[in-house]
């Protein structure tokens, strides 16, 4: 790269994909098999946990409060098969969405 070096503009900047992240399993997921999630956070928060289907319609949602670290639990969704997204927000307004396939 000729040299170059690119540094963050600030420390947040750096650390804001850290801040909080989700994963979850399994997926693609069986019809009335339940999802477990594992999130990331740097405070206790509480997270609002919303399903659409393709067309944007809210299918389902949960709010489940979460530790500062490394935080696990289940979800117990009632999909029928197909395409939807599985949306968690945070009380700061970060938002994150996954695409989840149910056969």
């Known amino acids: 790269m000729d040299g170059i ?28 098999h ?4 594992e999130t990331k956070s740097e405070i206790a928060q509480l997270l609002d946990l919303r399903i659409f289907d393709t067309n944007g319609r809210l299918v389902q949602s949960w709010a489940k409060e979460v530790q500062a670290g490394t935080s696990g639990f ?10 939807y997204f599985l949306s ?16």
């Open 5 to 32: 070096v690119l540094y963050p503009t600030s420390i947040n900047e750096a650390l804001d994909d850290e801040s909080f992240l989700f994963n979850f399993a399994p997926n693609p997921i069986r019809t009335g």
């Open 34 to 37: 339940p999802i477990f999630i």
């Open 88 to 103: 968690i927000s945070n009380e700061q307004g970060e938002q994150k969405t996954a695409k989840l396939i149910v056969y």
């Open 74 to 83: 289940r979800i117990h969704p009632n999909l029928s098969k197909g395409a």
